[in-house]
């Protein structure tokens, strides 16, 4: 009997490549040899995140761009450079912040008289196919908050309908961190036709950086939780977050914003949380 031809390619992806319990060292060498998308053979180097693994944001561009594959550095070209002076604007410290991107190789073209590479847009499969990079750095890191910068990264990480003309600065609802926020591509506001348009842009963009800066300090401040059954107060290290619970409308239910496993432990033990991210409903009883 003649076998059935498969005819479909199977999807590419990193997920085979991905150490179990890397460093963010280790992923990056695993990195340096992904072949899961044929955009190795046009960048010249896979361009790793970069940043400590303890930063609280992370920062996510789309790929690197010409400056950046030949450096092996994501954000160190022009863009790069207006993201460094918007964080400095926003009083955001950069030894605070880890960058990277959705696609971690340079995919361009050439441009009509082949003497410059143009960088072109990243496409579905391969964003895919470079996607568990991403979850791996994630899962190191674990930031308080996730900025997506532009639409590729923003509908990479939020969906393909999210738009960041209509939605950028708002804290969008997202199982990747507690905070979640899309803005524009350091880049775009370097197309800017005049200066006065730059000019503007580049203050909307510091004001959403303002914003995280504000999330930042507020999740470092610490915050007092009363809990009235138990008559006692917990101070949490690292930022709650507000939980809805549908089963009981009206309540406000808390958890550890940070995935720290301090508080996450504390949590665990007064309300028996079977979910690191969430109360139980046993748990939920507390707060009512
Ligand atoms: N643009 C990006 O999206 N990422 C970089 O690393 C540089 C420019
Ligand atoms: Fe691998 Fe990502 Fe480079 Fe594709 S773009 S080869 S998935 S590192």
Not at 273 to 279: A, D, Q, R, V, W
Request: with cysteine; hydrophobic share 40%.
């Amino acid at each position: 009997m003649l076998m059935k031809k498969e005819t479909r390619k199977r999807a590419s992806t990193a997920a085979p490549l991905i150490p179990p319990h890397p460093t963010l060292r280790i992923l990056r060498e695993a990195a340096a040899n992904c072949k899961a998308c044929d955009l190795w053979k046009t960048g010249t180097q896979t361009v790793f995140g970069e940043g400590s693994s303890h930063a609280s944001v992370m920062f996510v561009g789309e790929q690197p761009g010409d400056r950046e594959d030949l450096a092996g550095r994501p954000f160190v070209g022009p863009a790069g450079k207006l993201l460094d002076q918007a964080l400095t604007q926003a009083g955001i410290d950069r030894r605070n912040v880890y960058v990277t991107n959705v696609v971690k190789h340079f995919k361009w073209v050439p441009d009509e008289r082949g003497k410059r590479r143009i960088h072109k847009k990243p496409r579905y499969s391969e964003i895919n196919a470079c996607r568990p990079w991403l979850d791996a750095e994630l899962a190191i890191v674990k930031p308080q908050i996730l900025v997506c910068l532009g639409a590729t990264a923003a509908q990479a990480l939020l969906g393909k309908e999210f738009s960041v003309s209509r939605r950028r600065g708002e804290l969008v609802e997202s199982e990747l961190a507690p905070y979640v926020m899309a803005t524009v591509h350091p880049s775009s506001i370097l197309r800017a036709q005049d200066h006065e348009s730059r000019r503007q842009q580049m203050e909307s963009f510091v004001a959403d950086l303002r914003r995280v800066a504000q999330l930042l300090q507020k999740s470092q401040s610490g915050v007092t939780l009363t809990i009235p059954l138990l008559k006692s107060q917990l101070t949490f290290s690292v930022g709650i977050k507000k939980w809805q619970a549908p089963e009981f409308p009206g309540s406000d239910l808390w958890a550890p914003a940070s995935g720290h496993k301090e508080d996450s432990k504390i949590m665990n033990t007064l309300f028996d949380i079977p979910n690191e991210s969430g109360f139980s409903c046993n748990s939920r009883r507390a707060f009512l």
